[in-house]
């Protein structure tokens, strides 16, 4: 009988195989699972971004204004005007009394019900909580659920400091018979929305034999908003008489109790024609802006533009005055002044040689960067409610102290009898 040797390679072999089976595994096992938290990890970054950029983008849409009040039993309402276009939750209500020594803050938090306002509406968020507060001066702080804090000062006494009037008549002197325009300009100088803005014209003076109903009837003004309201009287009475027009405008906020504005007044004075064919008679008087100072000259400039057909081009300027009154303005004097950026020295920008008078005669001179027309001696009349035009044409040069001109300041004057 033969005996042979059993080898032990084999099953070593045979072990180590399944050693590095289980160690091939557990790496395996190991680098997924790695792999596998990297992505997650990175899927939840990913979503955070996602959910801040999403709150930021809400928070800029976020879009609102609040309107703060009592009514007369002293009980507190928060309106909230939502003009965004996502609804808007508040989360926190904070009330400091200004008037108590150390200002003490009390936070109110706000009904499930309450706190979400749609949007494009207005919602009192204390509607199902009344809230009621001693009179006194207080800051009402609001906070949204984004982050976004709105604050307003209540003083419990109505106030009619949020809107301002102020009453205008034109023209300031008016012919006998003939019609004056009464305009009221009210601004709003709160920090939320006024609404129902409405005009409430004086008592109508005795010279008054006719009236026209304001327009518009009612508006409604933003923070820092204003409206024009204008209407218009027939006037009759005595030559050199002062008729006083007075007006306020009342409005309120968000549904609350209304207020009114400051009044405010204007004088106009009657006239008759300068040949006394008004009614009643009474002989005219041609001196009545001279004496009274009652109008200036208004001027409008004609400025050329920065181009030319060629360089020997002729540009036209001149100056527009506007006689604002009845009566026959005499200018004497108008001047067209030029300042450039950069000119130095005896720079001109300017030259009076081969000018072309176009209106009026030719008294133009150039001083130093100056259009002027003088005559002293024969001023050049403007009839009543009329316009007169001093225009000339002359060729642009530039300052040998700069070599390009980006722009030029332009000023205008006019001298007359009723002032410059």
């Known amino acids: 009988m033969i005996f042979k040797k059993r080898s032990h390679c084999t099953t070593r072999r045979g072990v180590s195989s399944i050693v590095g089976a289980m160690i091939f595994t557990v790496l395996m096992i190991g680098g997924f699972s790695a792999m596998s938290l990297g992505m997650n990890t990175q899927a939840d970054i990913v979503k955070t971004h996602i959910a801040v950029a999403d709150i930021d983008l809400k928070k800029q849409q976020e879009n609102f204004d609040v309107s703060v009040f009592t009514n007369s039993s002293n009980f507190l309402n928060v309106s909230v005007d939502n003009r965004g276009q996502n609804p808007v939750e508040i989360s926190r209500l904070w009330i400091t009394n200004k008037t108590l020594s150390g200002e003490p803050t009390t936070q109110f938090s706000i009904n499930s019900n309450d706190a979400f306002v749609s949007s494009g509406s207005i919602s009192n968020i204390l509607s199902s909580q009344p809230l009621k507060i001693t009179p006194d001066t207080y800051d009402v702080k609001i906070i949204s659920s984004l982050g976004t804090i709105k604050t ?71 923070p820092g908003e204003s409206v024009l309201f204008s209407w218009d009287y027939a006037l009759n009475g005595v030559d050199g008489a002062k008729v006083t027009f007075t007006g306020y405008a009342s409005g309120n906020y968000l549904g609350g109790p209304t207020f009114n504005s400051n009044t405010s007044s204007d004088v106009t004075t009657l006239r008759e024609d300068e040949i006394g064919t008004s009614s009643p008679p009474g002989g005219g008087n041609p001196d009545i802006v001279i004496d009274e100072l009652l109008g200036r000259p208004q001027i409008f400039l004609t400025i050329p533009g920065p181009d030319g057909e060629s360089t020997s081009a002729k540009a036209l300027w001149g100056i527009n005055v506007v006689n604002p009154v009845n009566s026959t303005m005499l200018v004497t004097k108008v001047s067209i002044l030029l300042l450039g950026p950069g000119l130095t020295g005896s720079g001109t920008l300017l030259s009076c040689s081969g000018r072309t008078a176009v209106e009026a005669p030719d008294n133009w001179t150039c001083p130093t960067n100056t259009l002027m027309w003088e005559n002293v001696a024969s001023p050049m009349t403007v009839p009543p409610f009329s316009v007169k035009s001093f225009s000339v044409q002359i060729q642009p040069t530039l300052a040998s102290s700069i070599s390009t001109m980006e722009a030029i300041m332009v000023e205008g004057s006019v001298f007359s009898n009723f002032g410059a």
């Open 152 to 222: 307003e000062e209540l003083v419990t006494s109505t106030s009619s400091n949020a809107l301002r009037a102020k009453l205008i008549t034109d023209p300031p002197d008016v012919i006998l018979g003939q019609n004056v325009t009464i305009a009221m300009l009210v601004t709003n100088t709160a920090s939320a929305s006024v609404e129902n803005v409405i005009p409430y014209p004086g008592a109508p003076p005795s010279q008054v034999t006719g009236s026209s109903s304001p327009t518009p009837t009612s508006a409604k003004l933003g």
